[in-house]
């Protein structure tokens, strides 16, 4: 599911749709006067004052106990009201028991869901959730299911930083046919998940030219997405929609932190990794389409990894670069990282060639050999953006690495 440009912009800083704290708790000679009630709101304050961290993982666990907390009195069989606001033109907001509000629909259209930025009444923060609007089925019952089992599983007990937070999961069974309702749920049973925001989308992040001309920033984000789906694979799922609509990303304001060398360690597979801080975190996200990895065609594990590729090879060296849909210039990404990908993307494709009959009925072999492929592509990549060895004299981000194995199978 794709966030357009309008939802990108919605997000910074200086817009009212941004998830900051609201401009009066940010004056001094206001903020002095503000009671201090208790320490749950000053710590909330304090997230918000504090943009360095607000992004990492730990930040983002408190502030879901926060949200949960505020929403705790909401059930998890709600429906949506309508709510019309006549002194604004009439605008149409939909609400939950009054204490959530659909504020505006994002992304673009889709046949599979409506999100909505929501606010939660009487939050510092502004908007600082979505709401994904989908029917009841088979296929989305599990997307849901799914989202709660990885935030509580996964993101929570920090295993790993490449999911979004899910809040509450809320099914309706009330038919409507309100004319007023978003057209999607009419008529039908509907679920609403209420889940953490992000920035924006990776198809939107390659928009911003300047991110195209970073070799660095490109390294990363490449490196953080193909560990995000690895991760869902030893979680025993594959995807099967990788495209770049569907890698969300947080931005964190590197500004007063240039100075400090930082890594994220992983274990993966039993061995530990290293890969460098960047300003960008990245989430694989919809699973609406996923499918357990043990009966699926090989081929769609090999598919995750070898789709994504697209957004990050120039129109110089690839005439089907995806970036060629958002006109950007035939020469970015550079000549270098864009070799570095078609590379990675050929070594892939040659395991998948000479293996796919070797594993055919093995893809938990398939997987682990799969790997050791990616990853030692992955420690090709220059300045040791990624390494196996602790880097030294560098700060390790996450105490209790980041987890990528076969432990957790979320069929379970």
Known sequence: MNYDKSYNSDLKSNNPLSNTLDSKYTDLSVKNKIKKKNKDEINIKKYFYNKNIKYNLESRIFYYKNIVKKIKDISNNECLNIKINNNNN???????????????????????????????????????????????????????????????????????????????????????????????????????????????????????INFLKSDELLYNVFAQTMLSILTFHHLGYVHNDCHWGNFLYHYIDDKDDKNNISYYQYNINGENYYLKASKYSIYIYDFGLCSNIKYTDNYKIYDDYKRITNPFISQKKYNYSWLKDINMPVNLPSDKFSNFVINYGNNIKNFYNNNKYVYFNNNSKFLKELSIVIINDLLKMPNNYFVNKKPHNSKIINAKPFQINSKINLHK
């Open 90 to 208: 009439e605008t149409i907001n939909y609400t939950i028991k009054d204490k959530i509000t659909l504020i505006k629909r994002i992304g673009t259209s889709s046949k599979y869901g409506y999100i909505y930025i929501a606010k939660i009444k009487n939050e510092f923060g502004k908007r600082p959730i979505t709401a994904k609007l989908i029917i009841q089925n088979t296929r989305n019952i599990l997307e849901s299911e799914l989202n709660s089992k990885i935030t509580d599983l996964i993101v929570k007990k920090n295993i790993s930083k490449h999911f979004i937070l899910t809040y509450k999961v809320i099914k309706c069974n009330l038919l409507s046919s309100d004319e007023l309702l978003p057209d999607i749920i009419k008529d039908n049973n509907y679920i609403m998940l209420l889940n953490e925001v992000a920035r924006g989308d990776l198809k939107a992040l390659c928009k911003d």
